[in-house]
């Protein structure tokens, strides 16, 4: 445990503020403690830190807070899910996985293996799950929960100009005439970036915000120009903005013909979007779609946010692509204060995508499907040619087929509760329970997933190990331990490293610290979109966090990409997408009329693992609820705060009910962070489907339809009461 303050990065949202974190007891004073008498280190914003300039939200106030609470202090096995755990030594329990991987590989193939990792990942520790698996084993099934968070993104972000990686940086926020936020409640998910752009804002009152949402959110309520349309009418939008700059003239003719392709294709497609069938499609008046088009055309520098609303979605990928088309058509693109901005998720999502963090992706923003690609690892790895499949591998979702059919022989879950977090619930966790094999790797215990496992790795997690996240805008930071593990908690980079030193694999797994690790991963960057051969550990604490591209030659990179305006595709031009708009999955019908979205709150985290132990946190947000709009209430005869039950074709759960004008009419919403353990039948993923984009493969956990029935009981204590009687 170290004596003075440690500088570090938050481990919540792809922001990736800096934190400065201090010791439980300055000399000579009492231990500061929980309400449970655990040590509690001071947590405050890292005021040198270029991403968060020392601002911070609850979640990173309160991080530490939650540290020693339920955490998995050693490894634990069973023989069978019926069985209770018993407490195992490391070596047991590595020579379990060693050998059951082993004996899955030779009788089935590395194919019957999978791991699912997390954003929550360290970049090293993504690093040597991506060696072990997509090199050593030959398998490409790793996917991570980044695939339900950021996979449209990515995809997007190759299609139309050439590589993944945000254009951006948050300087832009501070210059931008005109952010156009769509699919996101960035005050609520992000809210460093929003408080940065909403300062902004107010000084400069020709700045304009316009944000797209069906929700009148906290984002929204500062708006100039809040558009409420109709979930999954995202490109009816977007094509009708740009129907009207085509229309008005309001275009950048030399950057079309000089820097982009395929506009023809674009301008022919747009032309099916006049602003009167658009506001038809979208629910809102043609004036709303006219002067978000104005404001568009009028301000030099737009910058585009989004996040989840735009990628948790059938046709993700064509909604990314729309967005960025009107940045090509007006060259909104490589200049300061402007851009298409992909809001990432989670801490280090950024990171897993550089590092080939998906089932399709290699290190290095490499892909399994280039010959090329596959051939620079195996050289770098020192593997035998042809070593590396060119199938991408299997997919979350796919990993859950998979579990169903008996072809997953052996499931490894690194950081990550797919059993909240995964769409058709009941459907993954029939799966799971049919796993014959399961490992699961946390640092708390139990979780919702935990009940699924076999065998039970306690991870180190925040503050306890060190390593490198990359956040939204490409800064990388180093985030440094500050304290002993719990128990025999080990990082992930060195469990991962055990496992494939016992199957054979030790002269590519012989590190000894993440810094190892790092250093050889850097190097697999080299003359990559990413080039971090730049980057060390070393220099990482020595000059603070630092923005990629960072070769170690050369002149230093610019913020932003793309300045030169040139692209990292064929020809060197970014590539207008003809994209028609496809609608939802699953729309709303007669049997069931409503429309769920879903999404984050402000103090939670994903599946509460963490937020749900820190006390102040649980009192900002003690339950979950379901918005629904004032007359559909009346309808349905609906009190306020009276429980109900939403019905889809997959499942059930039950809610309180806020009736609110904040939504629109015929949706509902409810947050996703509860699970089993933190409400009895308020799984928001209980209702929700998996179909998926057929391009990014994320599947539509943004929408899908409902019924919804009022209960008997309308308040909290009558349905406890309820529950327990009948229980």
């Known amino acids: 445990m170290t004596d003075s303050s440690i500088k570090t990065q938050c481990p919540y949202c792809g922001v990736g503020c800096g934190l400065e974190v201090s010791p439980p007891a300055a000399p000579g004073k009492a231990v500061n403690r929980d309400s449970q008498g655990n040590p509690v280190w001071k947590v405050k914003g890292d005021r ?85 698996l997509k090199g050593c084993l030959g398998t490409n099934n790793f996917d991570s929960n980044s695939r339900l968070c950021m996979s449209s993104a990515v995809a997007g972000y190759v299609q139309s100009l050439g590589s993944d990686g945000p254009p951006c940086c948050y300087e ?37 915000l316009i944000v797209v949402d069906p929700r009148r959110t906290p984002t929204a309520e500062v708006a100039d120009l809040h558009l409420a349309i109709q979930p999954g009418t995202d490109i009816d939008l977007l094509n009708g903005i740009g129907y009207l700059l085509l229309q008005w003239g309001e275009i950048d003719r030399s950057f079309i013909d000089e820097c982009t392709s395929k506009f023809s294709d674009f301008a022919e497609v747009v032309q099916h979007y006049p602003p009167q069938e658009v506001a038809k499609r979208c629910g809102i008046s043609a004036k709303e779609v006219e002067l978000a088009a104005r404001y568009w055309s009028e301000s030099k520098r737009v910058l585009s946010l989004w996040s989840q609303g735009v990628n948790q979605s059938s046709e993700g ?15 909104q693109i490589g200049k300061p204060g402007c851009g298409p901005f992909s809001l990432t998720g989670q801490p ?48 979350a979702w796919d990993i859950i087929r998979g579990l169903e059919t008996g072809e997953v022989q052996f499931l490894w879950v690194v950081a990550t509760n797919p ?27 139990p979780t919702e997933t935990t009940a699924y496992a076999h065998v ?3 991870a180190a997690q925040w503050g306890e190990k060190t390593g490198v996240m990359t956040n939204s805008e490409r800064v990388v930071t180093l985030c440094s331990a500050f304290r002993s593990p719990v128990g025999e908690a080990k990082p992930d980079w060195e469990i991962i490293s055990q496992v494939a030193r016992r199957i054979g694999f030790g002269n590519k797994f012989a590190f000894t610290s993440s810094a190892q690790v790092y250093a050889e991963y850097v190097q697999v960057t080299r003359d990559r979109p990413c080039d971090m051969t730049g980057l060390s550990h070393e220099r990482l604490l020595a000059d603070g966090p630092t923005q990629w591209p960072c070769p170690d030659r050369g002149n230093a990179s610019p913020k932003r990409l793309y300045t030169d305006l040139r692209f990292p595709t064929a020809d060197g031009r970014a590539k207008f997408s003809a994209c028609h ?67 889809s074709r997959r499942g059930i759960a039950q809610f309180p009910a806020k009736i609110t004008s904040a ?25 929700t489907h998996p179909k998926s984009c057929p391009h990014s493969l994320q599947p539509e956990l943004k929408a899908c339809a409902v019924q919804i029935v009022p209960l008997a009981v309308k308040s909290t204590d009558e349905r406890r009461l309820s529950v327990l009687q009948n229980s």
């Not at 609470?69 to 329990?93: C, I, K």
């Not at 399709?360 to 010959?371: D, E, I, K, M």
Request: one cysteine or more; glycine letters at 6%; charged letters at 20%.
């Open 48 to 132: 040198h830190h270029p991403s968060s300039q020392g601002m911070v939200c609850v979640k990173g106030a309160t991080v530490a807070e939650s540290i020693d609470r339920d955490r998995l202090r050693y490894p634990m096995l069973r023989e069978s899910l019926d069985q209770p755990f018993r407490r195992a030594s490391w070596d047991e329990a590595l020579d379990l996985i060693a050998n059951r991987l082993k004996t899955v590989c030779d009788e089935s193939g590395a194919n019957a293996t999978c791991m699912y990792g997390s954003g929550q990942m360290q970049t090293e520790e993504y690093y040597v799950a991506q060696k072990l």
């Open 172 to 208: 832009d926020l501070d210059l931008t005439d005109c952010a156009f936020i769509i699919g996101s409640n960035t005050a609520e998910c992000h809210p460093i970036v929003f408080n940065r752009l909403q300062k902004h804002h107010k000084r400069n009152h020709h700045v304009k």
């Open 317 to 331: 990928t064509a909604k990314v692509c729309s967005l960025i088309n009107l940045h090509l058509l007006t060259g």
């Open 348 to 395: 280090n999502a950024m990171g897993g995508r550089e590092v080939g963090g998906l089932a399709h992706l290699l290190p290095g923003y490499r892909s399994v499907s280039n010959a090329q690609h596959r051939q620079e690892l195996e050289h770098l790895w020192q593997l035998p040619p042809g070593q590396i499949s060119p199938s991408p591998g299997r997919t």
């Open 419 to 445: 059993a909240v977090s995964l769409p058709d619930l009941e459907r993954v966790k029939a799966a799971l329970a049919k796993s014959p094999f399961t490992v699961c790797q946390d640092a708390y215990y």
């Open 456 to 458: 039970l790795l306690p």
């Open 581 to 647: 708009s496809q609608g939802l999955a699953e729309p709303a019908d007669p049997e069931y009329p409503f429309v769920l979205t879903t999404g984050r709150l402000y103090g939670h985290w994903h599946t509460q693992t963490r937020t749900g132990r820190i006390d102040k946190i649980k009192q900002m947000h003690p339950e979950p609820f379901m918005e629904i709009h004032p007359r559909d209430a009346r309808t349905l005869g609906i009190e306020d705060n009276q429980w109900v039950e939403v019905r």
């Open 663 to 687: 939504i629109a009419p015929n949706t509902v919403f409810v947050p996703m962070h509860w699970g089993y353990l933190w409400a009895d039948k308020s799984e928001a993923n209980a209702l």
